[in-house]
């Protein structure tokens, strides 16, 4: 039987062709779309939001959507945490990083150099203790140089945990008593708060991984800090932000996710590059520096952890330098304070004082830089900061952060006493006694404090 296609004759051979020849355009069109970079999905069956199919050309104008697992795979990029359908928004911006961007953001780290980052921030993520132990509130946490944005967020945690969730008691036996999906929320609630706070409750921008490329470098830089693989996502709500992070939480805290980085370059992200350098001085010019063959972080991190500015000192306001340069501290008090001691001071080698802006925060918890080495001390007293007659005999619990540290320990202070006064006939107690870094620390806020350690040995 002939058939007529413009008003042409084709033998049967010729129809056979054009067939094959209209399913490749086909099938190459659909493989376009497939190959577009966005949110990955592990479905490849495409549909609307009613549940009908969508046809090839309809996809062309209307945005891909992720749907539920279970169909396949996709070649193209995939976060390390594929999101839920339910958080996927037309509203919410997402971008990959520039090569500009990724350029500025190697900058804000690392000035003109470019260090190798070691395994040990590679590996860093916000991994709790076992639920319901008497570390259920604690990460744990190895050495390295994440450590002190690992320690400053735990900071946060006991804070929030303690202070600021409704409806639950405010005691030690609380921070224990937590089960594993309280431990998901405090982390996503506390990563949301920093974040917010360092975008000055404007906008926190998120960090994600991609497996595609999106920047190409210039320079020949080291591809093991994934920064060319980075998604943007802008959020303008804080309650948003706290939702997706938690939607996606186990890229912060699932092993291998590079938790403790993602969360360094969304703060970055968050507070702009522009208050970035407002923030810095002459005195800090890049937020991570080499030391003794690592990276480590300087004071500008952990400060805009605190409170959400990177003040590159410790000291309150702004002082002058040498030159009358003006040198950025700490300008508003912070939730969550700050103590430091060193062996090196006690020898003579001045160290910045730690101003009242971080020495007295607005809840009783305290990160502690001791020798180089981070830890929490912290009280469930609220009232501690805020009455004088509380600061006369009261409880602080200490975390060190170490392995090695089952429960926190609990310690003493009087502020009334000296070491010199009442019988003092026990070596630990007398006036030869020498003194724990952890007492010499506290003595930075509350001067002649004794400290009893009830019971436990004295951390050295």
């Not at 709500?237 to 291998?256: N, W």
Request: hydrophobic share 35%; proline share 5%; with cysteine.
């Amino acid at each position: 039987m002939d058939t007529e296609v413009s008003g042409q004759e084709h033998s049967p051979q010729e129809l056979d062709l054009d067939e094959i020849t209209r399913k490749i355009l086909f099938l190459d069109k659909w493989r376009g779309i497939f190959s577009y970079p966005r949110l990955g999905t592990h479905n490849t069956t495409l549909q609307n939001q009613s549940g009908s199919h969508i046809s090839a050309d309809e996809t062309e104008d209307e945005p891909q959507r992720p749907q539920p697992k279970g169909q396949g795979h996709l070649p193209s990029s995939t976060l390390c945490s594929i999101p839920k359908p339910s958080i996927i928004s037309s509203k919410l911006d997402s971008f990959p990083i520039s090569p500009a961007m990724a350029t500025m953001l190697r900058h804000s780290l690392f000035g003109n150099t470019v260090p190798v980052l070691s395994s040990d921030w590679r590996k860093a993520h916000f991994k709790f203790h076992a639920p319901f132990s008497d570390l259920a509130f604690a990460l744990e946490v190895e050495k390295g140089g994440a450590q002190g944005i690992q320690m400053a967020i735990q900071g946060f945690i006991i804070k929030n945990l303690l202070f600021t969730r409704k409806g639950k008691d405010s005691d030690f036996h609380s921070l224990c008593n937590l089960s594993q999906r309280e431990q998901e929320h405090v982390l996503a609630a506390v990563l949301a708060d920093l974040l917010w706070a360092a975008g000055a409750a404007q906008k926190a921008t998120i960090c994600l991984i991609t497996r595609d490329t999106h920047s190409t470098s210039t320079v020949d830089h080291s591809r093991n800090d994934f920064i060319e693989r980075l998604q943007l996502f802008e959020l303008s709500e804080k309650e948003a932000t706290e939702k997706f992070i938690y939607d996606h939480l186990r890229c912060f805290k699932g092993e291998g996710s590079h938790g403790v980085l993602l969360f360094l370059y969304s703060l970055i992200f968050s507070r702009t590059f522009e208050r970035l350098q407002s923030d810095l001085d002459i005195t800090t010019t890049h937020l991570l520096q080499p030391h003794a063959g690592g990276i480590l972080c300087r004071q500008a991190v952990l400060n805009l952890i605190l409170t959400g500015r990177a003040s590159p000192n410790v000291f309150n306001g702004c002082e002058n330098g040498k030159f009358q340069e003006t040198l950025h501290g700490v300008l508003t008090r912070s939730e969550v304070g700050y103590l430091q001691w060193s062996k090196v001071a006690s020898e003579g080698v001045q160290l910045s004082q730690v101003g009242s802006m971080l020495k007295t925060p607005r809840f009783p918890v305290w990160l502690c830089n001791i020798n180089g080495n981070y830890s929490i001390l912290f009280c469930t007293n609220r009232q501690l900061l805020s009455d004088w007659k509380m600061e006369r005999l009261f409880d602080l619990h200490f975390h060190s952060g170490q392995p090695s540290q089952k429960r926190p320990v609990h310690l003493t202070v009087d502020t009334h006493s000296h070491h010199w006064e009442g019988d003092h006939h026990e070596d630990k107690h007398g006036p030869g006694r020498q003194f724990s870094p952890v007492e010499m620390a506290i003595r930075t806020k509350w001067r002649d404090a004794t400290v009893k350690w009830n019971g436990t040995v004295p951390f050295f």
